[in-house]
Structures are given as structure tokens and as C-alpha cells.
């Protein structure tokens, strides 16, 4: 079945530099990859998104690309700040049998930007 | 202003005893989504609502129901909840345009379900 693939699993920067997350998707179809932060027992907050059309689309520190070819998509952070630290989820949408849409998530990174 | 309301934000039930798990949108949203989030693991989709058309996942459990009386509400159903359902209740709503659109989900702030 459908799937995403995240890595790393945990990854600790220090202040100010940056931290790049890579996701791995295999359905061909999907078209919507949106990059979710989520803190501690808060909710998933989007945080930059792309869509298939798109090669590259980038917010102040934020930055996404996307190989469609490849079925890469990466979540780069410049010049980390402690408040960056939480688990990340990349998200791929793909078609349901319904119709319309749903994500696959990837696991989850966890983000440790060290003082 | 608050577009996905989960209530109640904790839960406490006892094993076995039903629950119900509530989340109103005001984003006039055609689709709501309903997924479990243990920690440390990615949220898991139980099921979602296109319209009125309910669509389970393969591996829900039959422990988990839905309904969506109306477009703003939509409702999870712990039938007989066990240790292993203690989770992180997250509901989400997108809006499907019907040709190739783009589906941002956003996700309410959740219920945490504690099970005794």
C-alpha cells in the first residue's frame, strides 16, 4: 500500500545552524505534500506546504522541495532557533476510495535545537 | 476565531464504558476527518466523511463508530474502550472542490483520552 518514509527519526542541531528532513512517497498520484510541527500536546500546525507543480517554495527560515522523479520531498530550516524544537510530520495526500482526499504521514522527526 | 472544536479537551473514562468524542467546524468544510495519535507515533486515520458518505480505513477496529448529523458536527464512538485506545483524539476538516484540488486539512486542537 501507500506510504511515506521519514528520516531521520531524531535529529539534535545546535543554535543557528540547520536541519534538513527528508520524506520518501510512493504513490505516483499524490500531489499535495504539506510539512505539520507539532508540539507537545498541541495539535498539528501547518507549516509550509507544496504542490506537485512546484519545485521548490520557501517562508523566511522555511524552505520545501520536491522531486517529483524521485519521490523526494525536504523540509529545510535555516538558522534554528530553540522554539523550532518539536516532532515534524511530512504528509503526502493521495486519492481515497471515497474520492477524495487523505494524507499518508511520514513518522515523525524529532527536533532538538540545542542553546 | 476557532474553526475546528474538539470537545471535550479531556477525557476520562472507565474500561468498557462508551465515550463519545465531539468536533463542530465553522469552516463549512465538506470533509472531516477523524485520526488517533498514540505518543510519538504520526496521527492515524480511522475514517473520514466526504459529505454524508462515511469511508473507513481497512484496520479500524469495530470499536470505533461515527456520525455526522449535519455539515458543522461530527462525532467518534468508543463503544467498549480499552487500555489500548488511550490516545490523542485529533478531528480535521478539508474542503474537496472536486477537480484536483489541493487539500489542506486543518487539524482541532484535539482530545486527550485517559481510560481507567
Known amino acids: 500500500g501507500e506510504n511515506v518514509e521519514q528520516h531521520p527519526s531524531t535529529l539534535s542541531v545546535q543554535e543557528g545552524d540547520s536541519a534538513v528532513i527528508k520524506c520518501t512517497y510512493s504513490?505516483?498520484?499524490?500531489?499535495?505534500f504539506p510539512w505539520y510541527k507539532q508540539e507537545l500536546g498541541k495539535r498539528p500546525q501547518l507549516i509550509i506546504d507544496i504542490r506537485s507543480n512546484v519545485g521548490e517554495k520557501k517562508d523566511q527560515r522555511i524552505a520545501v522541495t520536491l522531486n517529483k522523479t524521485a519521490k523526494h520531498f525536504s523540509l529545510h530550516i535555516t538558522e534554528t532557533q530553540p522554539e523550532d524544537s518539536a516532532v515534524y510530520f511530512c504528509?503526502?495526500?493521495?486519492?481515497?476510495?471515497?474520492?477524495?482526499?487523505?494524507?499518508?504521514f511520514g513518522t515523525g522527526t524529532r527536533l532538538k535545537v540545542l542553546a | 476565531d476557532a474553526m475546528v472544536i474538539q470537545n471535550p479537551r479531556y477525557q476520562v473514562t472507565q474500561f468498557g464504558k462508551p465515550v463519545t468524542l465531539s468536533c463542530s467546524q465553522t469552516l463549512n468544510h465538506n470533509v472531516m476527518y477523524w485520526y488517533q495519535q498514540k505518543s510519538s507515533q504520526a496521527p492515524k486515520l480511522l475514517f473520514h466523511y466526504y459529505d454524508k458518505d462515511f469511508n473507513n480505513e481497512a484496520d479500524t477496529p469495530d470499536n470505533f463508530q461515527s456520525r455526522r448529523p449535519n455539515t458543522s458536527f461530527c462525532f467518534l464512538d468508543i463503544r467498549s474502550p480499552g487500555l489500548g485506545d488511550a490516545a490523542m483524539y485529533l478531528c480535521?476538516?478539508?474542503?474537496?472542490?472536486?477537480?484536483?484540488?489541493?487539500?489542506?486539512?486543518?487539524f482541532g486542537p484535539g482530545t486527550r483520552l485517559t481510560v481507567l
Open positions: 504528509a503526502a495526500s493521495i486519492i481515497a476510495a471515497s474520492g477524495t482526499y487523505k494524507y499518508i
Open positions: 480535521a476538516t478539508s474542503r474537496d472542490y472536486g477537480v484536483s484540488s489541493y487539500n489542506e486539512q486543518f
Open positions: 504513490d505516483s498520484a499524490s500531489n499535495y
